[in-house]
């Protein structure tokens, strides 16, 4: 199982939840933060440091935050990253998921 971070981080990015990860498998994408999966060692640290409530065990996602476990996932493959072995020294994509990139924006809410 892995943590997900679900749409509350869309255009928010707080990354409380980065320094609190002891395996640094939280990524900065364009307009959302993203867990590699397969780093994740669902060890729990990011969830309460998020101030927004977006990130969840997997295993317990509300019904609409379901689709983010394959967001998540599939942003390592749309920006090529795989898995890097950690966020630190590279630099923030400006690229995300395509769900999250046609997202709206608050404007268009």
């Known amino acids: 199982m892995t943590y997900v971070i679900g749409p509350?981080?869309?255009d928010i990015k707080d990354a409380a939840c980065v320094a609190e990860c002891p395996v640094d498998?939280?990524?900065v994408g364009g307009r959302m933060l993203?867990?590699?999966p397969d780093e994740c060692i669902d060890c729990g640290a990011c969830e309460p440091a998020c101030p927004v409530e977006a990130i969840y065990p997997?295993?317990?996602l509300p019904a609409d935050f379901k689709p983010?476990?394959?967001v998540n996932a599939g942003f390592f493959e749309v920006t090529g990253l795989g898995a890097p072995g950690g966020a630190v020294g590279l630099q923030p994509s400006d690229t995300d998921h395509p769900v999250v990139e046609s997202w709206p924006r608050p404007s268009e809410q």
Do not use: G, H, L, R
């Open 8 to 10: 509350p981080c869309i």
């Open 25 to 27: 498998c939280i990524y």
């Open 34 to 36: 993203y867990i590699q």
């Open 58 to 60: 997997e295993a317990f």
């Open 68 to 70: 983010f476990t394959e």
